[in-house]
Nanobody
């Protein structure tokens, strides 16, 4: 089973950038597509974007398209979320997860598992 640990969150001003990392343990990491999600206080968990096992295919929610970029380094068992032009509405706890049920993007939250503990991103106006 893959275990995930997110890092890189913090406080940033609107218009700034952050890069989140999701470090995975387990030899099968490179076999899985991965997803990034976020959850703001009082709101449901929201899909942010995903990447296939090789990194050749990415998919983004409309709310972050053009601002966020997902990449992965299978040699380092790590997935990244580069966030640029951040907005106050991007404030949330960000999670990475393994895609356990294959299919078209974005897929449902229930299609993902091995959730990390999350990392807080706060964007001030």
């Amino acid at each position: 089973q893959v275990q995930l640990v997110e890092s890189g969150g913090g406080l940033v001003q609107a218009g700034g950038s952050l890069q989140l990392s999701c470090a995975a343990s387990g030899r099968t990491f490179s076999s899985y597509a991965m997803g990034w999600f976020r959850q703001a206080p009082g709101k449901e968990r929201e899909f942010v974007g995903g990447i296939n096992w090789s990194g050749s295919v990415t998919y983004y929610a409309d709310s972050v398209k053009g601002r966020f970029t997902i990449s992965r380094d299978n040699a380092k068992n790590t997935v990244y979320l580069q966030m640029n032009s951040l907005k106050p509405e991007d404030t949330a706890v960000y999670y990475c997860a393994v895609r356990l049920v294959q299919g078209s993007w974005p897929g449902r939250s229930s299609h993902f598992g091995s959730w990390g503990q999350g990392t807080q991103v706060t964007v001030s106006s």
